[in-house]
């Protein structure tokens, strides 16, 4: 496994992403862009990264916050990410930052690249579908699904995967048929995929709050990634 970190900046914030591959192939390759959590770029998603690149793609656990932010628990995560829900165009300025330091590394096959986020970064990624962004598609894990408000009548070009969990009490029903509803206007290539008695942050083996509204399944975990890779081997073949 070959792993560097990429700094890249956005509006003067110095950012640091997470590269890896596996070293093998002699030219560029497929690569998956991974959006954080709420919490910030943390051993999560650098391990999203290092299992994307076992199986041939290039992995890029993106930053958002600022390189060594992290937040330790949930007011700190808040604060770091409200900021970016309350100006939707910022993030995706930020995000689009992200995407052209992934292009810009010459592991990279330009045009065979995807995106998939958690939680936040579940949001993230459909709001870079959301403003015709060149990625081949796109894949929410529990995600937040509410629209940006700044993105009515762009085509969405990138085909779409949502991964959910019925019961998940920061994403009701409602916003899911509203996903529908808004995908279907934008004549999107999507799919949704619900999981029963399954909350929020199901695929995150740290999450054990049901109270809180977060609970991890390993069922719906397994289900889920198996499904990802599909897709993967779908839009990126």
Request: hydrophobic content about 45%.
């Amino acid at each position: 496994m070959i792993e560097r970190k990429i700094e890249y900046t956005h509006e003067g914030t110095v950012l640091e992403g997470l590269l890896c591959h596996d070293g093998k192939a002699a030219g560029p390759r497929p690569a998956v862009l991974i959006a954080h959590a709420w919490a910030g770029r943390s051993g999560f998603e650098d391990e999203k990264a290092r299992a994307l690149a076992a199986l041939g793609y290039v992995g890029f656990a993106i930053d958002l916050y600022g390189k060594g932010v992290l937040g330790s628990g949930p007011e700190e995560n808040m604060a770091l990410m409200s900021p970016f829900l309350d100006n939707r165009a910022r993030l995706q300025s930020r995000l689009e930052a992200a995407l052209a330091a992934l292009r810009a590394q010459p592991e990279v096959a330009t045009e065979r690249v995807a995106a998939i986020g958690y939680c936040f970064g579940g949001l993230c990624v459909l709001d870079l579908a959301r403003t015709g962004a060149d990625v081949r598609g796109v894949a929410s894990f529990h995600g937040l699904l509410g629209k940006p408000g700044n993105t009515d009548d762009v085509p969405v070009k990138a085909s779409v995967l949502v991964l959910h969990g019925h019961d998940d009490p920061m994403v009701p029903v409602a916003d899911v048929v509203a996903l529908e509803t808004e995908l279907t206007a934008t004549c999107a290539d999507w799919q949704i995929h619900t999981y029963g008695k399954t909350l929020h942050s199901f695929t995150n083996p740290e999450a054990n709050d049901p109270g809180f509204g977060v609970q991890y399944s390993a069922r719906a975990d397994q289900r889920s990634w198996a499904t990802l890779l599909h897709f993967l081997a779908e839009r990126l073949a």
